[in-house]
Nanobody
Framework: QVQLVESGGGLVQAGGSLRLSCAAS????????MGWFRQAPGKEREFVAA????????YYEDSLKGRFTISRDNAKNTAYLQVNSLKPEDTAVYYC??????????????????WGQGTQVTVSS
């Protein structure tokens, strides 16, 4: 099993940037596909980005490409989400998630077994 703890959220003005971190416990971090999702009030949890086990491949929600960047440091057991040019509609709780059972990256929440508690991102206009 793996435990995930997100950090780095906060209140930021439109156009600003944040770097979200997801620290994982355990010694097998590199065996997990990592994903980021977000959930705004009254909306379903939606895919943001994912990264393969060795970090060579990244995947994004089409509408977020160019503003969001996912990365990972397997030596530090940490995944990151750099978010730039933030907009008020980016306001949501951002969750990181981990999956070890599938061979391919999933863009749906059901494809991930482990979740962090979430970090709030609020973008003011």
């Amino acid at each position: 099993q793996v435990q995930l703890v997100e950090s780095g959220g906060g209140l930021v003005q439109a156009g600003g940037s944040l770097r979200l971190s997801c620290a994982a416990s355990g010694r097998t971090f590199s065996s997990y596909i990592m994903g980021w999702f977000r959930q705004a009030p009254g909306k379903e949890r939606e895919f943001v980005a994912a990264i393969s086990r060795n970090g060579a491949n990244t995947y994004y929600e089409d509408s977020l490409k160019g503003r969001f960047t996912i990365s990972r440091d397997n030596a530090k057991n940490t995944a990151y989400l750099q978010v730039n040019s933030l907009k008020p509609e980016d306001t949501a709780v951002y969750y990181c998630a981990a999956d070890r059972k599938y061979l391919v990256v999933s863009k749906t929440p059901v494809g991930y077994d482990y979740w962090g508690q979430g970090t709030q991102v609020t973008v003011s206009s």
